[in-house]
């Protein structure tokens, strides 16, 4: 897939091109960056209180691909996109039912690729702020806040028009999108020495901007883990094992590289999760089982991610 638009083209009206028609991500990304919008077990709603909360993701993408094996680096316009993201963000439940979510990211991305018109390699540092996240959230099901409803938006305060990129690797998409997801916790074994807990979250954006509609993306977690131990009052540590399913459908829009986007995914994650009283710490290293992309695209070997938080 080619990350770089001709820049002899058309002026401000040729920058528009991301279309991906499954639910989207919360930035443009030419694969996979949305599975970083689930949240880990530690941001589940668990009580009327504030948290405040900072996360970031790491993803390299060196390596072309198309359908379910590796395919020849010649086949791609694209050589490399690395993408790091931060995101600031605040959850407040005003009782054991309602709550609010607001999500602000930022993203540093590198990109390398071969230039359609010069056929030379062309290399873009880019960083700046990202799509933010409002979302609402409804836990009213059961007394423990065990299960709940998130729905709400993501906005399009991204950059999505920064000269030489094309849509789908720029930081911000241009589209509103509309944010569907659920939550549950549950128990594993009658002895409560196994815990675990499911996630899914669906994007969809509601329509093209200057010819390009990111595709609609899904993303859910199915995560599990023991009692952990207890380090000390008030610290305790838990390993987290994870897999997670990303599905994205292709681009659309006259400005969208339809031929090759779009695609599923399975991952496996294996993390820690450290909590030090108020104060929560996650990280985790994730690696694909399995992956079919729709054309030629860039995939990583590994990615990873980290969240703290701290209740108020």
């Not at 009580?47 to 060196?62: N, R």
């Not at 930081?171 to 509309?178: A, K, R, S, V």
């Not at 509609?213 to 000390?232: I, K």
Request: include cysteine; hydrophobic fraction near 40%.
């Amino acid at each position: 897939m080619s990350t770089f638009r001709k820049i002899s083209a058309a002026p401000l009206g040729a920058l528009a091109a991301l279309a991906l028609a499954a639910p989207g991500a919360a930035s443009a990304c030419a694969c996979g960056c949305g599975v970083f919008d689930v949240a880990t077990s530690s941001l589940f709603p668990s009580g009327a209180h504030t948290t405040l909360f900072a996360q970031g993701g790491y993803i390299d993408q060196t390596r072309n691909w198309s359908g379910t094996s590796s395919a020849p680096a010649a086949d791609n316009d694209d050589l490399h996109i690395r993408s790091s993201f931060y995101t600031a963000g605040v959850q407040t439940m005003f009782d054991r039912r309602w709550g609010l979510t607001v999500a602000l990211p930022y993203t540093q991305r590198h990109v390398s690729a071969v230039d359609e018109d010069s056929g030379e390699i062309v290399r873009i540092d880019h960083g700046g702020i990202g799509d933010a996240r409002v979302l609402a959230t409804y836990t009213g099901f059961s007394p423990d806040l065990s299960s709940g409803l998130n729905f709400g938006v993501k906005l399009p305060t991204g950059d999505w028009n920064h000269a030489g990129l094309e849509r789908d690797t720029q930081i911000g998409t241009g589209t509103t999108d509309l944010l569907f997801g659920g939550f549950h916790r549950f128990g594993i074994d009658k002895d409560g020495r196994w815990s675990g807990f499911a996630q899914a979250d669906l994007d969809l954006p509601t329509r093209q901007r200057r010819g390009y509609r990111p595709g609609a993306e899904l993303n859910g977690v199915l995560g599990a883990y023991p009692q952990g131990w207890q380090l000390a009052p008030g610290v305790a540590l838990t390993p987290v094992l994870e897999a997670l399913l990303s599905v994205r459908r292709h681009d659309a829009g006259a400005e969208a590289n339809t031929a090759d986007t779009g695609y599923e995914r399975v991952l496996a994650a294996a993390g820690l999760d450290l909590r030090v009283r108020r104060m929560h710490f996650y990280a985790d290293v994730e690696a694909p089982l399995y992956q079919r992309m729709r054309g030629n695209q860039l995939v990583a070997p590994w990615q990873m991610r980290f969240t703290a938080s701290v209740d108020l």
